[in-house]
């Protein structure tokens, strides 16, 4: 071999021995964090409720966290310097209805509603004597009053949700009378979280798990705690007219936490005003119809009494307002006998209608 092609694979072995050791030294800074592939922490404001995020952005919001290190990383390593836990905008418009897939709850007694992943989780309906046998007790108004020297408040509803693979009970709500129309510090003094608990305490103890927290759930303002009880229990109070509304959420159960699910849940709760039997519906853009009739299931047409649209603004003021899809709602009167829950579940399987909703809309309009 002559000195000329030694040269050239002298050359040749040495930028073989320099890539590998560059490509090396890259491996070895990714591995530890010194060069991170990762996305950078978000710059978006973040929100502490769902609720405040989706009103302030118009977007859908998702809960980020990042509580995951490994054994040579430390925490600001893999998260980022300046991450901050909790509720931030996603890509995806507030319109796009993330709730569609779940499951409506209405109650026209107390007039009100919540969604939940019917996938996940049964509602079912709940009264004291099956709370009294769930918590290993005969008669918990009569443990109230022996233990307090007065009587309890008067139930008036309740229901839970329950995982249908557990059977663990996620969420409980109760409905108390309030004929004094007490506010919820004054209710808090007198009842404490009864049913789920109550008893003797410090004054230190009372104050210190005494709900603070103010909450605001669809226009509505309440007050929660979170209370260790065999694992972390978020308790919500609301205050309508002369009644008071009591949530219990099972914030750790089965080993897992919770919150992110029970807070999406949470933040679906509304009051209404049902004064007639009627759902609102907004057809998917580009569908083509004579009338909307044509566009409703067969099978759901019999229990309809009247469709007519939501909006009766007129093509000019459509236009001006840039909101054309408003020609796209329609409200649907249903007969007096048919269950609105059922009608908009079974309304929702249709291919041509994009949102329905119990009326009266929400505002701003999803």
């Known amino acids: 071999m002559n000195r000329k092609l030694k040269g050239v694979v002298h050359l040749f072995l040495i930028i073989v021995v320099v890539i590998i050791g560059i490509g090396g030294l890259l491996y070895f ?15 978006s404001p973040v929100y502490s409720s769902q609720e405040d995020c989706e009103q302030k952005t118009g977007m859908t919001c998702a809960f980020q966290n990042c509580d ?11 998260c980022g310097k300046d991450f901050k836990k909790g509720w931030v905008p996603t890509e995806n418009d507030i319109q796009q209805h993330e709730f569609a897939n779940w499951k ?13 992943p019917k996938e996940i989780y049964n509602l079912e309906l709940d009264t004291f004597p099956e ?42 709500l109760w409905i108390f009378s309030n004929p004094d129309t ?24 009372v104050n210190q798990e005494r709900p603070k927290n103010d909450i605001l759930l669809n226009g509505i303002t309440g007050k929660y705690a979170i209370v260790s009880l065999m694992g972390n229990h978020k308790f ?27 807070d999406q849940i949470l933040s679906t709760f509304k009051f209404i005003e049902v004064s007639e039997n009627n759902v609102d519906i907004k057809f998917k853009e580009g569908v083509k119809f004579e009338t909307p009739e044509n566009l409703i299931p067969q099978k759901l047409r019999d229990s309809i009494t009247n469709i007519k649209p939501l909006f009766t ?21 249903l007969k007096k006998d048919i269950d609105p829950d059922n009608f908009i579940d ?4 249709s291919s041509n209608i994009e949102i329905v909703e119990l009326a009266p809309l929400p505002q701003p309009l999803p």
Request: neutral net charge; charged residues 30%.
């Open 29 to 43: 800074s990714w591995q530890k964090g010194i060069i991170k592939t990762g996305s950078p922490p978000t710059s």
């Open 68 to 78: 995951y290190t490994t054994k040579d990383k430390s925490i600001e390593e893999v």
């Open 104 to 116: 409506t709850y209405t109650n026209k007694e107390f007039n009100f509603n919540l969604k939940y």
């Open 131 to 172: 709370f009294s046998k769930r918590n290993n007790t005969e008669n918990i108004r009569k443990d109230f009053t022996e233990f307090m020297y007065y009587d309890p408040p008067n139930e008036k509803f309740g229901f839970y949700l329950k995982d249908k693979k557990t059977a663990t009970l996620i969420l409980e």
């Open 182 to 205: 007490l506010s919820i510090d004054t209710w808090y003094e007198k009842y404490k979280y009864y049913p789920h608990y109550f008893g003797d305490a410090t004054q230190e103890t």
């Open 236 to 262: 919500v109070y609301l205050k309508r007219d002369n009644l008071i509304y009591l949530m219990n959420l099972a914030i750790d159960s089965d080993g897992k936490n919770n919150t992110e699910i029970l």
């Open 313 to 333: 603004l007129s093509e000019a003021e459509t236009d001006k307002l840039n909101a054309k899809n408003l020609k796209l709602w329609y409200r649907v009167e």
């Open 346 to 349: 079974e309304l929702k399987l």
